[in-house]
């Protein structure tokens, strides 16, 4: 049973939700503003969060930042369907993944599902993989540069596992939807660009002289050739 928090201060989206997440054998928390949400973030150590971005007090924005600062637990943001300047700032602060209201329980209970399952260490014996100084070790879920370890959320460990997994090949934006969040998504491939901007900020404090990730302008990204 994994324990997911969920922060939203409409009555009727918490009862739906409460509903759902039981019903598919998970632990709902509720949290009716930002500042309880931070609260039980620390006190109930769920495993995922459900986060709507209008809050009182604190809103869903630093809610996030201040979650993502303390460590790796994965977050789904909930987001007006028009403010996509939100869901741009959101992603960039480290959020897994978004679903715009009105939205489709269905929907959301797949996202659920897909982000969990990127967060839990991978059972099955496999590789490490090596770029350089940039190490990977997937069974463990660890990433190191230069012997030093350093924490990656889900979705920056699981880009950079795709990359290092084929060096030298240039992954489309598409291809990185598919292979990293998991399912076909309904967003956009902006949602890719976010991600890819937040870990190569992650990667510079860690290793300031490494360019590892490479824009190919209307292709993609691959990993630089340097590290091949």
């Not at 399912?183 to 510079?204: E, I, P, W």
Request: net charge negative.
């Amino acid at each position: 049973m994994s324990k997911i928090l969920v922060v939203d201060d409409e009555q009727a989206i918490v009862d739906m939700l409460a509903y759902n997440l039981t019903k598919a054998g998970h632990q709902p928390i509720i949290a009716r503003d930002g500042e309880q949400a931070l609260q039980l973030a620390h006190t109930e150590r769920p495993d995922l969060v459900i986060l709507d971005l209008m809050l009182p007090g604190i809103d869903g924005l630093d809610v996030c930042r201040k979650i993502r600062k303390e460590g790796d637990l994965p977050i789904i943001m909930l987001t007006a369907k028009d403010e996509e300047v939100d869901r741009v700032v959101g992603l960039e602060l480290g959020a897994d993944d978004y679903v715009a209201k009105p939205f489709s329980v269905r929907e959301l209970m797949a996202r659920v599902k897909s982000v969990l399952r990127r967060a839990q260490p991978k059972s099955e014996p496999t590789p490490i993989l090596q770029a350089g100084d940039l190490r990977l070790d997937i069974a463990r879920r660890e990433a190191s540069w230069r012997s030093t370890p350093f924490e990656l959320t889900a979705i920056q460990f699981e880009l950079l596992r795709v990359l290092m997994g084929s060096p030298g090949r240039v992954f489309s934006r598409d291809e990185l939807l598919n292979q990293v969040w998991g399912y076909d998504y309904y967003g956009d491939t902006r949602t890719v660009d976010s991600a890819v901007k937040r870990l190569r900020a992650r990667l510079r404090e860690v290793a300031s002289d490494a360019g590892l990730i490479v824009t190919v302008r209307d292709a993609g990204y691959k990993l630089s050739d340097d590290t091949v």
